[in-house]
């Protein structure tokens, strides 16, 4: 985009990259489309898998725990098909424990790096959060104009090449992908006969899992742990 100077782009976390995409949105700009808040936003990213077969770029400056769940499920999904994945989270982002490993899955690399904003790039789709936020969340908006398209991917990759690898940061080591599954059953309050269940495996592995996970967040209980990994210590 005319005016965006790229050095100065990627050392303010994609500031101005950020700003120009708003300033078009409040302006009324027609190459920007509103998707919505909430499930709206929800129910166009889960579509997105089915039309993107090259790369799939994010940042996430201030990312939840629920969110970038779906966003791992999805994820490994399109490291299944191909697809060139890879993640910017923000310094913020580290005190959800689980993070780390999460943008640690083989194939989608994920960094760190202060962050003015959130984009996903899937393709030549992107989608990038406003700055008005109401009760159902901050509003999303789409557009797949070329030259905006073009500005994300330059402040993605700058972004990236200066960003510092998840694993060189992480406060914890990074988990395992079946105690990252134990560790979301848990979350979600799972029983260890449901995590069992859910994962197709026996009772004592469990109970030697979710000992693992407890132990790795240094929590006194299960109980604990879930606040901890919740990015909480309530």
Request: glycine residues 10%; charged residues 25%.
């Given at each position: 985009?005319?005016?965006?100077?790229?050095?100065?782009?990627?050392?303010?976390?994609?500031?101005?990259?950020?700003?120009?995409?708003?300033?078009?949105?409040?302006?009324?700009?027609?190459?920007?489309?509103?998707?919505?808040?909430?499930?709206?936003?929800?129910?166009?990213?889960?579509?997105?898998?089915?039309?993107?077969?090259?790369?799939?770029?994010?940042?996430?400056?201030?990312?939840?725990?629920?969110?970038?769940?779906?966003?791992?499920?999805?994820?490994?999904?399109?490291?299944?098909?191909?697809?060139?994945?890879?993640?910017?989270?923000?310094?913020?982002?580290?005190?959800?424990?689980?993070?780390?490993?999460?943008?640690?899955?083989?194939?989608?690399?994920?960094?760190?790096?202060?962050?003015?904003?959130?984009?996903?790039?899937?393709?030549?789709?992107?989608?990038?959060?406003?700055?008005?936020?109401?009760?159902?969340?901050?509003?999303?908006?789409?557009?797949?104009?070329?030259?905006?398209?073009?500005?994300?991917?330059?402040?993605?990759?700058?972004?990236w090449e200066r960003a510092t690898p998840v694993e060189d940061v992480a406060l914890l080591p990074l988990l395992d992908a079946r105690s990252l599954e134990v560790a979301?059953?848990?979350?979600?309050?799972?029983?260890?006969?449901?995590?069992?269940?859910?994962?197709?495996?026996?009772?004592?592995?469990?109970?030697?899992?979710?000992?693992?996970?407890?132990?790795?967040?240094?929590?006194?209980?299960?109980?604990?742990?879930?606040?901890?990994?919740?990015?909480?210590?309530?």
């Amino acid at each position: 985009m005319a005016g965006v100077d790229e050095g100065r782009t990627t050392r303010s976390g994609g500031a101005a990259f950020f700003d120009e995409v708003h300033g078009r949105i409040a302006a009324g700009d027609r190459a920007f489309h509103l998707i919505g808040t909430g499930a709206a936003t929800t129910e166009h990213v889960n579509r997105l898998p089915e039309v993107t077969h090259r790369r799939v770029w994010s940042t996430s400056d201030n990312p939840s725990i629920g969110s970038m769940r779906r966003g791992h499920r999805m994820t490994a999904d399109a490291v299944a098909q191909g697809v060139d994945c890879r993640g910017l989270i923000s310094p913020a982002g580290l005190r959800v424990r689980l993070l780390p490993s999460m943008y640690h899955l083989e194939g989608a690399p994920g960094r760190v790096t202060p962050l003015a904003g959130a984009l996903l790039l899937a393709d030549d789709v992107l989608l990038v959060r406003g700055r008005r936020a109401g009760p159902q969340g901050p509003d999303y908006w789409r557009t797949e104009d070329a030259e905006v398209v073009r500005a994300a991917a330059e402040t993605f990759l700058g972004l990236w090449e200066r960003a510092t690898p998840v694993e060189d940061v992480a406060l914890l080591p990074l988990l395992d992908a079946r105690s990252l599954e134990v560790a979301f059953a848990m979350m979600d309050g799972d029983t260890d006969a449901e995590i069992a269940a859910r994962l197709g495996i026996g009772a004592r592995t469990v109970q030697v899992a979710v000992r693992r996970v407890v132990d790795w967040c240094g929590a006194r209980n299960r109980t604990h742990a879930v606040a901890l990994m919740a990015g909480s210590d309530a």
